[in-house]
């Protein structure tokens, strides 16, 4: 890992939500789960996806498993498996009518 | 501890602002719950700028023109003032669209949002809602998937659209006790109150209720086929929140929808004209018509020579028939069995006339599939049943050519 402290910029739907740094401890022992739900990302939403980006990359990742540590989320996410930087997790909903 | 004491109240004064203030004033003698109870405050209003509606527009008949006639969508971006929601541009996501339903994925719908927070033109405007067009003419109405789905995008989004406000209402008597002892007013879904008298009067009090509320609104707009602004059906999600943070969720169906000037609309958000009056480039918007909407299924119009566009539907070969003397369009499909063996064709339509319309094409498929009309076989002579029965045959024929060539 090379920087201890990561800024992570939370979005609702493709909007900015609110942002939060976390160091090295909070990285390793949060899951992502815990922490959208915290902090309010997943409030009233019954049904969603989470994406999770470096904020410099177009390339994303859906979380599916939520249980994961942060840890390992970023690192999934990062091109090259390093966490440094800003990261951009965005919880949204499908669309969809009839 | 007098000081201590100032302190405190201070700190709490912002607290007792949002307790309900309740006025109690007799107006008049009144005999019945019925009578008239003037409302200070208003539903949902939903106020489409005239550029929304142009631009809207111009992007359903391109639509029409590229995809047929399929379900279309776009996401509302505007502002929410008090009861006011101010429908101000449209922004189109990646959508898989068919006949009677759409799809928009998680990611492409944040996607399309990320893009508008990013652009200057639309980085004022908040998601307020969202507007999709039935297949079909006349006013449309919500369906399950609909009312579901403006709930889901509601919750999404509602932290974006959170605006206080002031209101005064004046509360109407919902229920009374038979002796007409005890009133029960009501404020909203989970708060209500009694009102008890000492003995029986003949008139009823009227109720001045006073509260600064917070809440979001969501605008679920439906539209005609054809885009029609007259004939538009609004609905409102509300979020709204009391005074100990708990959020109560209402749904107002049927909301007035009203367009304004692109000027008044600048006039009441108090933003420059530029901001409202939609400039657009038209070429684009028809790149992103043909790029972004994806058909699942199709359109097969008869006087389209290259007639032969087809999709499925649950895994079943589709062709959809749109007459311009009809004002809505035919589905028929194949019906197989779980190992793939022909057992008819269905035809699905949406016309209220359905069941006539099925049964003459369910008894005419019959015919067709032996490839020999029977003479018992009796068909009206009217315009409709002809050109129905010449769909229904150059259909078949496609799905003939699908399934079993």
Known sequence: MSTNNVNIQYRRGGRDYRSRTFNLNEIRESTLGNLIREDGLTTGLRDFEVYVRPQDSESEIAADNLENSLESVLRSASNDGEISGSYIVDVTAVHRGA | ?405
């Open chain 2, 1 to 405: 501890m007098t000081v201590r004491l100032v302190e405190a109240t201070l700190w709490m004064s912002p607290r007792f602002t949002a307790v309900p203030e309740i006025k109690l004033k007799v107006l008049k003698m009144q005999n019945s719950l019925k009578s008239n109870h003037s409302t200070v405050f208003r539903e949902p209003k939903v106020v489409l700028s005239e550029s929304f509606v142009r631009k809207t527009k111009f992007i359903r008949a391109h639509f029409l023109s590229v995809h047929g006639m399929l379900e279309s969508v776009v996401e509302v971006v505007g502002k929410i003032i008090g009861n006011t929601i101010f429908c101000v541009d449209c922004l189109i996501p990646e959508a898989t669209v068919s006949y009677s339903n759409f799809h928009v994925d998680d990611l492409d719908l944040a996607r399309c949002q990320e893009e508008a927070e990013k652009d200057e033109n639309t980085r004022h405007l908040f998601p307020v809602g969202e507007a999709h067009y039935h297949p079909w003419d006349g006013k449309p109405t919500p369906s399950w998937v609909d009312k579901e789905n403006s709930l889901r995008l509601a919750n999404l989004y509602h932290p974006f659209n959170i605006d206080e406000s002031n209101i005064i209402r004046v509360l109407k008597p919902y229920k009374t006790s038979p002796e007409n002892l005890i009133i029960r007013y009501k404020i909203d879904a989970v708060r209500k109150f009694w009102f008890l008298r000492q003995e029986e009067k003949k008139f009823i009090p009227q109720i001045y209720y006073a509260e600064k509320i917070k809440r979001a609104l969501w605008a679920s707009l439906i539209y005609p086929g054809n885009g029609d602004s007259d004939l538009v059906t609004a609905s409102v999600v509300e979020h709204r929140y009391l005074p100990d943070e708990k959020v109560n969720i209402e749904r107002h169906d049927e909301v007035e929808t009203v367009i304004f000037s692109d000027e008044k609309i600048a006039e009441l958000l108090r933003w420059p004209i530029e901001k409202i009056n939609l400039r657009y480039d038209e070429e684009i918007l028809e790149e992103q018509v043909a790029r972004k909407y994806h058909p699942f299924g199709s359109f097969y119009s008869p006087q389209s020579p290259d007639f032969a566009r087809y999709g499925c539907v649950n895994n079943h070969p589709v062709v959809v028939w749109q007459d311009p003397n009809l004002n809505y369009p035919i589905l028929v499909t194949a019906d197989n069995d779980s190992e793939g063996h022909k057992q008819g064709f269905r035809f699905l339509s949406q016309h209220s006339n359905r069941h006539d319309v099925a049964a003459l094409l369910r008894e005419a498929a019959a015919l067709i599939d032996g490839e020999e009309i029977q003479g018992s076989f009796y068909l009206d002579n009217t315009t409709d049943s002809k050109e129905i029965l010449t769909a229904l045959k150059e259909s078949v024929r496609v799905l003939k050519k699908l399934r079993w060539a």
